[in-house]
């Protein structure tokens, strides 16, 4: 992605981006540092298409695990909160439609039998 205004853009919402598009516009912005006018802008993009798709070349997909790796928290806990958002969701349809026991033990079994529920997460289900 090119141009001020976009940039910016996801700048702004950069909290809305999935932690690995998140790491990846984070190393494109150190990336983009370096370039100073559209011809290094071209030489850049065809390195990295080159370097990236076509050669597969490890120092350039060293580069990325490692930078990926630092800049990203574990896909477990990510999927952790999707798993709870899941549940919670479940829970809020059983109780509009008239199920709050079901609901009440969907929940509870959920912080109950999960160990990787904060303290306020395990607050906010109860």
Do not use: P
Not at 56 to 75: F, G, Q
Request: charged fraction near 30%; aromatic fraction near 8%; glycine fraction near 4%.
């Amino acid at each position: 992605m090119t141009g001020n205004d976009m940039a910016a853009w996801l700048g702004r919402y950069e909290q809305f981006l999935t932690k690995s598009t998140r790491a990846q516009f984070q190393m494109g912005q150190e990336i983009s540092k370096s370039i100073s006018d559209n011809k290094e802008l071209h030489e850049t993009i065809m390195k990295c298409l080159i370097m990236n798709c076509l050669t597969r070349d490890t120092d350039c997909i060293e580069y990325h695990a490692k930078s990926s790796a630092i800049l990203t928290e574990s896909i477990e806990q990510e999927q952790s909160s999707l798993t709870q958002a899941k549940t919670e969701r479940k829970g809020f349809q059983l109780m509009r439609t008239g199920y709050f026991d079901k609901a009440i033990s969907k929940l509870e079994d959920y912080w109950e039998n999960t160990e990787k529920v904060d303290l306020t997460s395990r607050g906010w289900l109860k």
